[in-house]
T-cell receptor, first 111, second 116 residues
Framework: GENVEQHPSTLSVQEGDSAVIKCTYS??????FPWYKQELGKGPQLIID?????GEKKDQRIAVTLNKTAKHFSLHITETQPEDSAVYFC??????????FGSGTQLTVLP | NAGVMQNPRHLVRRRGQEARLRCSPM?????VYWYRQLPEEGLKFMVY????????ESGMPKERFSAEFPKEGPSILRIQQVVRGDSAAYFC??????????????FGPGTRLTVL
């Protein structure tokens, strides 16, 4: 089945700096790669996603890159703000529509 | 523009009781997924349903757990004879069927189950 590893588990950055979170996977049939932000006590919120026919996607301060050959994808947040502090999860799916999630990254943006 | 709705938000049960968790998908969505999240962990898939059909229940424990998505009304995740290990946050997500958007899953706020 699909498996995904996420690093780092915790990340602290200064406000205004960039944050990068990386996920690696093993199943080459995976073709959809979303990222979710989860704030304390809330459900995961879809922030950006990418499909296997695209190498990069950007939405304002957030970007995702995908390297299908190396089987890894990354979330990039630029100009971080304190409200970006949350747990971020990568996920993926392939022929089966359910999502397989990474273990999460606790991002803390220090003012 | 209501999103995915779940209730109750918090549920406390004693060991041996039954827990019923409800999920109403986003308007226009006919696919529902249930996930479980243990403290400090990622979400784990449990079951995928369409109206009146269970499509994939490979993540469901074999005993005590069941799910349904009737023609009318919300999807229900039912846990019989709860044990302390069932304490977790249970999230429902929904997606539509058109084009690529079937992949995009939108999550509800979750039900936090505590078993005493």
């Amino acid at each position: 089945g699909e498996n995904v590893e996420q690093h780092p588990s915790t990340l602290s950055v200064q406000e205004g700096d960039s944050a990068v979170i990386k996920c690696t996977y093993s199943d080459s049939a995976s073709n959809y790669f979303p990222w979710y932000k989860q704030e304390l006590g809330k459900g995961p919120q879809l922030i950006i996603d990418i499909r296997s026919n695209v190498g990069e996607k950007k939405d304002q301060r957030i970007a995702v890159t995908l390297n299908k050959t190396a089987k890894h994808f990354s979330l990039h947040i630029t100009e971080t703000q304190p409200e970006d502090s949350a747990v971020y999860f990568c996920a993926l799916s392939g022929s089966a529509r359910q999502l397989t999630f990474g273990s999460g990254t606790q991002l803390t943006v220090l003012p | 523009n209501a999103g995915v709705m779940q209730n109750p938000r918090h549920l406390v049960r004693r060991r041996g009781q039954e827990a019923r968790l409800r999920c109403s998908p986003m308007k226009g969505h006919s696919h529902v997924y249930w996930y479980r999240q243990l403290p400090e962990e990622g979400l784990k898939f449990m079951v995928y349903l369409q109206k009146e059909n269970i499509i994939d229940e490979s993540g469901m424990p074999k005993e005590r757990f069941s799910a349904e998505f009737p023609k009318e009304g919300p999807s229900i995740l039912r846990i019989q004879q709860v044990v302390r290990g069932d304490s977790a946050a249970y999230f429902c997500a929904s997606s539509s069927v058109t084009g690529h958007s079937y992949n995009e899953q939108f999550f509800g706020p979750g039900t936090r189950l505590t078993v005493l």
